[in-house]
């Protein structure tokens, strides 16, 4: 069982529509991180939230931490077919031990 | 730069090999950490360490060693091989805490053992 349940586990949309994934869990984290990473590399950190309840944007992209720290949410607005990847979303449970979820695989067709 | 460096790209066992996985970062990071990734689980830390002479254990440390005599250098040995531990390798390292600093990763390293 994941720390860190993902969903969808796959999503594949059109060029220009919005999307929503989701990272939850029965845990409080003291900060969570969105990574996405590309086939062949390590994953690339797209940012960290540590407030409940916090909103952070970059460029079309929006992330929230829930207010209770269990869960987080990534929200793509006019999807582009460079945002196709694995989001990965992490917890800091402790301060250094990192639970990764298993991931949302996009697909953003032209 | 270089940033974090992972040797090989590519690698292929047979049950009971042993074997070195190298990783060295070049941004005087104190926190280094190993994960594997497999399909369906996302990446799961193996071992970490916050500093030289420093290591401890992650969530699926089993078959793995680490040490940590510089900075730079987090090399991850497998002393007997077997294909469970079949996967992808990702070193990364951060200045602070993985939580709160940034972590850069490695290209990985991927490990087949038949």
């Known amino acids: 069982t994941q720390l860190l349940e993902q969903s969808p586990q796959f999503l594949s949309i059109q060029e220009g529509e919005n999307l929503t994934v989701y990272c939850n869990s029965s845990s409080v984290f003291s900060s969570l991180q969105w990574y996405r990473q590309e086939p062949g590399e390590g994953p690339v950190l797209l940012v960290t939230?540590?407030?409940?309840?916090e909103v952070k944007k970059l460029k079309r992209l929006t992330f929230q931490f829930g207010d209770a720290r269990k869960d987080s949410s990534l929200h793509i607005t006019a999807a582009q077919p460079g945002d196709t990847g694995l989001y990965l979303c992490a917890g800091d449970a402790r301060g250094d031990d990192m639970r990764f979820g298993a991931g949302t695989r996009l697909t953003v067709k032209p | 730069n270089a940033g974090v460096t992972q040797t090989p790209k590519f690698q292929v066992l047979k049950t009971g090999q042993s074997m070195t996985l190298q990783c060295a970062q070049d941004?005087?990071?104190?926190?280094m950490s190993w994960y594997r990734q497999d399909p369906g689980m996302g990446l799961r830390l193996i071992h970490y360490s916050v500093g030289a002479g420093i290591t401890d254990q992650g969530e699926v440390p089993n078959g793995y060693n680490v040490s940590r005599s510089t900075t730079e250098d987090f090399p991850l040995r497998l002393l007997s091989a077997a294909p469970s531990q079949t996967s992808v390798y990702f070193c990364?390292?951060?200045?602070?805490?993985?939580?709160?600093?940034?972590?850069?990763f490695g290209p990985g390293t991927r490990l087949t053992v038949l």
């Open positions: 941004m005087n990071h104190e926190y």
């Open positions: 990364a390292s951060s200045r602070g805490l993985a939580g709160v600093d940034t972590q850069y």
């Open positions: 939230v540590v407030t409940g309840g």
